[in-house]
């Protein structure tokens, strides 16, 4: 660049300087953001790792419409890696509230894999005991001890599924 063109650059941007300046701040503060978020990651990996481990999260699942047979689960058992393979139930219902219905998720317990955080109560211990998500908690004003009733949103009934559809929350 000539002594001209910076000279008259700078004057260009003597004149214009709010427009320069706002230019200047918006691409700092980009840029800021930007590096924060990259610094975040390797934290945010060591946090979900460390949770993982400590309820022993699953690596994968496997959904079947049809379900899986003790059979199936000895041949995922059998597959190089895994150390555990465990059969679950879970079917989509209606949670019943004084004001409307909740779509919830009902299923069976884990076993090893996949532990829960119990922030509040206890794990359920009979058949007729059930446990919450918490936001589901606050969420349809529920609380420990209350009864929850269940529907299908099907016309089959729900007895085909749950061997009941009233369940105290614990």
Do not use: H
């Amino acid at each position: 660049m000539t002594k001209m063109q910076w000279k008259d650059f700078f004057m260009e941007i003597r004149r214009s300087l709010p427009r320069y300046l706002s230019i200047f701040f918006i691409v700092a503060l980009g840029v800021a953001f930007f590096a924060g978020v990259r610094a975040s990651e390797p934290d945010m990996r060591l946090s979900a790792d460390a949770y993982y481990d400590d309820t022993n999260f699953m690596d994968i699942r496997v959904l079947s419409t049809l379900g899986l047979s003790e059979d199936d689960l000895a041949a995922i058992r059998d597959v190089e890696g895994v150390t555990a393979a465990y059969g679950l139930y879970s079917v989509d219902t209606f949670l019943e509230t004084d004001e409307e219905s909740l779509v919830s998720t009902v299923q069976s317990l884990t076993g090893d894999i996949s532990q829960y955080y119990i922030s509040e109560g206890r794990l359920p211990q009979t058949d007729s005991e059930c446990l919450l998500d918490e936001a589901f908690l606050m969420y349809g004003d529920y609380k420990i001890g209350d009864t929850i009733s269940l529907r299908s949103g099907t016309d089959d009934p729900l007895s085909d599924t749950l061997v009941r559809e009233e369940y105290t929350i614990v």
